[in-house]
């Protein structure tokens, strides 16, 4: 898989955010309503990747700043947003592949920790997670009082 950068809005990411909305309607009987502003996810305070195998886009990932102390979130935080891999190449470790860019991207920004909210009704992103060295953390976010609403962190290594 070749990972390119690209805006959010792109043609590209939007038809496979577009498809991880149906995902969520399918598994939590709704779309994600968290607010997300393309803007987020431009360098040098964002950064949105995409996976193509044979210039077909098939999985894709971003990641967007925080430098507020608020919930469990803390200044330097890179928080993860719409990973997704596209069914037919489900299981190839391409979601690994994503998520590497993304904490490679953060770091070289000089982000210190990556977060992110996930739900119970994904526990193949769970799974991902916590295979990568991600623990668990206090609610944050938009879906914070949901009860099936986990949070997660990983440290990145210090230049």
């Not at 990972?3 to 939007?14: E, G, I």
């Not at 608020?70 to 470790?93: C, F, H, N, Q, W």
Request: proline fraction near 7%; charged fraction near 25%.
């Amino acid at each position: 898989m070749e990972l390119f950068t690209r805006a959010y809005d792109h043609p590209d990411s939007a038809k496979l955010i577009a498809e991880l909305q149906q995902v969520f309607v399918v598994r939590y009987g709704g779309e994600d309503h968290t607010p997300v502003d393309p803007a987020q996810f431009a360098p040098p305070l964002g950064t949105f990747i995409v996976g193509y195998l044979d210039d077909v886009p098939v999985a894709c990932g971003g990641w967007r700043a925080h430098d507020e102390a608020r919930d469990s979130l803390r200044p330097g935080d890179a928080e993860i947003k719409r990973m997704y891999t596209t069914d037919s190449v489900r299981g190839k470790g391409l979601s690994r592949a994503i998520l590497a860019g993304l904490e490679a991207s953060a770091l070289a920004a000089g982000r210190t920790r990556m977060v992110l909210e996930t739900g119970e009704p994904q526990p193949e992103a769970i799974g991902l997670y916590r295979s990568s060295g991600y623990a668990r953390i206090d609610n944050f976010g938009f879906y914070r009082e949901n009860p099936q609403s986990l949070c997660f962190a990983k440290e990145l290594p210090r230049r």
